[in-house]
């Protein structure tokens, strides 16, 4: 068992000193996503109205939950590129002759990856009130659980492309092709209702779209008539948790094909 846990505490330890140590990867995928939301609460505020929502929300409230998923998923890209440079650097080809499961170093990278994200989601967690969002305790306890299935999720997304990337620049591409749509097609930015037909077929087959709704309901978990027309609770935390496993699924299979 210790030959297991070892490699995954070591390499999740290596990404919070490796981001420690890279102040910018800080400003970078917190305080854009921030500057976004007052720009856009500010700017839409006056002339938005979310189709389905309740009545009197304003863009700054309904916007949060996006951001704060935001944050999350500029982290995942933050993390995940790290794979990328260890492999030019020449560090990957030694974690790879470790006589080590590949399953555990992609749990490592996961696990450091998503502990950046929930970090610094949760530094956003304090501005709920300027939202318009009351936290409870147990909405607290909620949103942060959700937001660790969220990072996790998007960190072993980014993993499945990182291990199959051998350049930065063609990996930022992809990552920007992939998850910025999933991002805009997850209700984050706008609601799924009032968009054409085609495009709410398309919001509802992206995974993305559960863990938004599961976070926007935990936000609202004592208000829930507040949240709108969002996916159930359950449905949305089962299809976050299968999008967790599939995504690192898929990131092991592609680390075990990979000789670095």
């Known amino acids: 068992m210790k030959d297991r846990v070892l490699p995954v505490a070591t390499l999740l330890w ?20 921030l500057v976004f939301w007052f720009l856009l609460g500010a700017g839409l505020s006056a002339s938005f109205r979310p189709p389905g929502a309740p009545e009197g929300t304003r863009y700054v409230e309904y916007s949060y939950p996006g951001i704060i998923a935001l944050v999350l998923l500029f982290t995942a890209i933050f993390a995940t590129i790290s794979t990328v440079e260890d492999r030019r650097e020449g560090f990957l080809q030694g974690v790879l002759v470790a006589p080590v499961p590949r399953w555990s170093i992609v749990m490592g990278q996961a696990l450091g990856g998503a502990t950046l994200a929930l970090l610094q989601g949760v530094l956003l967690l304090p501005l709920a009130p300027f939202a318009g969002i009351s936290l409870t305790p147990l909405s607290l306890l909620s949103v942060v659980a959700v937001m660790s299935l969220v990072s996790f999720s998007l960190t072993s997304l980014g993993l499945m492309i990182a291990w199959r990337m051998d350049s930065i620049q063609g990996f930022h591409a992809i990552m920007n092709l992939i ?82």
């Open 179 to 260: 998850l910025i749509p999933m991002w805009l097609l997850s209700g984050a930015f706008f609601p799924s209702s009032g968009v054409p037909p085609w495009l709410a077929w398309v919001m509802r087959l992206d995974p993305l779209t559960y863990g938004m709704a599961a976070l926007r309901r935990c936000l609202y978990l004592e208000t829930p008539a507040a949240v709108g027309k969002v996916p159930p609770l359950v449905p949305s935390l089962l299809i976050t948790v299968a999008f967790c496993v599939l995504t690192f699924l898929v990131a092991t299979v592609a680390a075990r094909r990979s000789t670095a």
């Open 14 to 33: 290596r990404e919070v000193v490796r981001f420690l140590r890279q102040r910018s990867r800080l400003v970078g995928a917190f305080a854009q996503p």
